[in-house]
């Protein structure tokens, strides 16, 4: 089992009107095969979390600390993050015109792993996860999202992390601008894996929706960044109902 451990944590950005805390006191602790979603207000400091997680350079860290298995991933750069095992899938994926999704898939293979798959066991690999995804195989040789529907870019997010195979995935409002259809197949992808290989999943949302696809074991409430609650997915249904007026007054 593996565990990545948030504690304490304080990250701050830069704006126009200076430095201004977004995080402040953020404590979590995600064990492999476990679903964590954290859901809130806008400008909560979810995608903050996901962001920081990840290693982005916008973020500054002031104070608290993020281990991978006791390493310290804020001592890691981002390409090894990536190959301690951490994996996000962003709200806006870019566009990376001239490289394609095969090349671009098979170089983040080679990186992670140290050395480039098996041809022949690769594309198996790759057909079988666009299957299924339901992804016509003219896909692959498209340029990294260029042109790309928001639900074609998210389900190559979902191939990547089917591919990769991380430890960890932050899947930051993966369900976003996604119809009933596409989303189900994103969230049946995001299942595969957690079955395979064991995946801990640190989900963002806004909605419940996803929860009935991708079934939380915790859900934590961002409020003013911080978490202002924690339960089980009873959770997130009375936050359907009732919304974050209760937490207003922590948003201070």
Do not use: C
């Not at 979810?46 to 002031?62: D, F, N, Q, R």
């Not at 962003?90 to 671009?104: A, D, H, K, R, S």
């Not at 049946?188 to 957690?194: D, H, I, L, S, T």
Request: zero cysteines; glycine letters at 10%; a negative charge.
């Amino acid at each position: 089992m593996s565990t990545l451990k948030i504690t304490d944590l304080h990250v701050s950005v830069e704006t126009e009107q200076g430095t201004t805390q977004i995080l402040r006191g953020v404590d979590l602790i995600i064990n492999s095969g476990e679903t964590h979603a954290i859901m809130g207000p806008n400008g909560s400091g979810k995608s903050t979390l996901a962001y920081t997680i990840a290693g982005h350079p916008k973020y500054k860290v002031e104070s608290g600390s993020i281990t991978l298995d006791g390493a310290d991933v804020l001592a890691m750069t981002v390409d090894e993050r990536a190959r301690a095992g951490l994996f996000l899938a962003m709200q806006y994926p870019v566009e990376i015109p001239g490289v394609t999704v095969t090349n671009f898939l098979r170089t983040a293979k080679t990186a992670i792993d140290g050395e480039a798959p098996a041809i022949r066991n690769w594309i198996k690999d790759v057909r079988v996860a666009m299957e299924s995804l339901r992804m016509d195989k003219t896909f692959a040789e498209r340029n990294v999202n260029e042109g790309f529907s928001g639900g074609e870019k998210k389900r190559h997010e979902i191939l990547q992390l089917e591919l990769l195979k991380p430890r960890f995935a932050v899947l930051d409002e993966t369900d976003s601008g996604l119809d009933v259809d596409a989303l189900k197949i994103v969230s049946e992808g995001v299942n595969r894996a957690k079955e395979s290989t064991g995946l801990g999943v640190l989900l963002i949302t806004h909605y419940t929706r996803i929860l009935r696809y991708i079934q939380p074991d915790f859900v934590h409430v961002f409020v003013n960044g911080r978490i202002a609650e924690e339960g089980g997915p009873e959770l997130a249904d009375r936050l359907e109902n009732e919304g974050y007026d209760r937490f207003l007054e922590l948003a201070v």
